[in-house]
T-cell receptor, first 110, second 112 residues
Framework: GENVEQHPSTLSVQEGDSAVIKCTYSDSASNYFPWYKQELGKRPQLIIDIRSNVGEKKDQRIAVTLNKTAKHFSLHITETQPEDSAVYFCAASIRNDMRFGAGTRLTVKP | EAGVAQSPRYKIIEKRQSVAFWCNPISGHATLYWYQQILGQGPKLLIQFQNNGVVDDSQLPKDRFSAERLKGVDSTLKIQPAKLEDSAVYLC??????????FGPGTRLTVT
């Protein structure tokens, strides 16, 4: 089955800096790659996603890139703010069968 | 649009006891998922339903876990008997034709 690895497990940045989280997947048939943000004690919330026919997608301060050949995708957050502090999960999906990475705890220091 | 509803929000039981969780997906969403999220880890898929049929239950510990979605809407997940390692948050999610999954608030289970 699909295996998703996520790095780093923790990331600390200064407010205003950029943050990058990387994921790799194993099954080349995966065609949907969402990113979720989970604040402490709350449900995962979809923040951005990308499909396999697209290489990059941007939504304000958040962008995701996908390299199908290398089977990796990344989340980029620019101009980080303290409210970006949370755990971020990547996932890879084949026909709605979604596998999650282990998560990255992002801390943005004011 | 109302979100995914789950109950109870919290449950504390002793090992070897039974417990059941309930999920009501977003109206019209044919696909329903149950995930187990252990503290510090990503959600792990337990079972996926398409309407009232099981699509994937390969990671469901079938000796103690069971789930059903009889009328293709609400779903229940049961653990019988519970073990200490079942302590986790159980998340329900639903999706429609696209891949986007929307999560419920989860049920935090503590097994003592």
């Amino acid at each position: 089955g699909e295996n998703v690895e996520q790095h780093p497990s923790t990331l600390s940045v200064q407010e205003g800096d950029s943050a990058v989280i990387k994921c790799t997947y194993s099954d080349s048939a995966s065609n949907y790659f969402p990113w979720y943000k989970q604040e402490l004690g709350k449900r995962p919330q979809l923040i951005i996603d990308i499909r396999s026919n697209v290489g990059e997608k941007k939504d304000q301060r958040i962008a995701v890139t996908l390299n199908k050949t290398a089977k990796h995708f990344s989340l980029h957050i620019t101009e980080t703010q303290p409210e970006d502090s949370a755990v971020y999960f990547c996932a890879a999906s084949i026909r709605n069968d979604m596998r999650f990475g282990a998560g990255t705890r992002l801390t943005v220091k004011p | 649009e109302a979100g995914v509803a789950q109950s109870p929000r919290y449950k504390i039981i002793e090992k070897r006891q039974s417990v059941a969780f309930w999920c009501n997906p977003i109206s019209g969403h044919a696909t329903l998922y149950w995930y187990q999220q252990i503290l510090g880890q990503g959600p792990k898929l337990l079972i996926q339903f398409q309407n009232n049929g099981v699509v994937d239950d390969s990671q469901l510990p079938k000796d103690r876990f069971s789930a059903e979605r009889l009328k293709g809407v609400d779903s229940t997940l049961k653990i019988q008997p519970a073990k200490l390692e079942d302590s986790a948050v159980y998340l329900c999610a639903s999706s429609s034709a696209g891949n986007e999954q929307y999560f419920g608030p989860g049920t935090r289970l503590t097994v003592t």
